[in-house]
């Protein structure tokens, strides 16, 4: 494999593992800071497109100014209610199995709005990562309720955590049409990754006015956070803040590389093993529970992403590719 390809590959296991890392070390300090990572990282990758994409201004756009309008505004309710399904008592774990179920989404939608048609393989990979989403939801509420001494304190803990559930599935679906509406601004004005990730962080900043009350209060949380023995100056959270900010980065981008770069194959099996060393990590660093119910639903989940994608034909297209190169 070719040094770019590797290193993009590399990039992605090592960015967006380490991000989801920062995010639960700044969640397991202070759970409602979702919006402020949320602000962080749109300023960060709007500042670097201002700079490197347009190029302080003077380049123009390719996609007419008003086609960004819709997906600007279904990006920013997506990234939003992500974040701040945090604030409602969802473990890192479902939080990670939910946003996995994107594929299921996308081809629900598919089917009402475009009227798409799949194979039998692909209705039942949906099953699968439907019934494993419900199994882990089902698994994260129950025993919730059983920590909670008090039975109106099981109770209440168990309505939050619906709340921050329905956030994660508004999301899920709002993310899979922002998917559709993306390919028919790319079908009429070509594909342009890099002005679509410009514009989609540096569009909704003036939304942030909004929470700005949220934001700030949180932010006086991460200053007054206690340092880390080998930074004694610095505050901890600001630090892992910091760190949530260029992993993100540093994944957005490589995740770019690979999609250039390398075969369909590649890149879901890639993103699959980055979303599942993610998932394990957390299980055993945070302590996260995790039960029986919880390892059959995940294997469902990411079964069920592994067959949407066609593997095993994919594998046999490649076997194939390479046998006619060195025939």
Known sequence: MERKPLLAILMVLIGCCSNVVFLELLVSQDPGIGNLVTFAQFLTIAIEGFIFTTKFGTVKPQVPFSAWVLLVIMYFLVSVSNNYALNFNIPMPLHMIFRAGSLMANMLLGVMILGKQY????????????????TCTY?????????????????????????????????????????I??????????????????????LPLPG??????????????????????????????????????????????????????????????????RKFLSLLFSIWYFSNPFTTLHWLGTALVFGGTLVFSDVPKLLRESREATKEKTS
């Open 119 to 134: 194979t039998m393989s692909k209705y039942l990979s949906i099953l699968m990562i439907t019934f494993g989403i419900v």
């Open 208 to 273: 942030f006015l909004i929470l700005a009350p949220n934001i700030l209060n949180h932010w006086s949380i991460v200053l007054s956070s206690p340092p880390l023995p080998i930074l004694p100056m610095v505050p901890s959270m600001l630090l892992y803040l910091v760190g949530n900010i260029i992993t993100q980065y540093l994944c957005i981008s490589a995740v770019f590389v690979l999609t250039t770069e390398c075969a369909s194959l590649t890149v879901t099996l890639v993103v699959t093993l």
């Open 181 to 202: 509406y993306q390919e028919v601004v790319y079908s009429k004005h070509g594909k342009h990754p890099r002005e679509a990730l410009f514009y989609t962080h540096a």
């Open 139 to 179: 698994s994260s509420t129950s025993s919730k309720s059983v920590e909670s001494e008090l039975e109106d304190e099981g109770e209440k803990e168990e309505s939050w955590i619906m709340v921050g559930i329905s956030l994660l599935t508004f999301a899920l679906f709002m993310s899979a049409g922002m998917g």
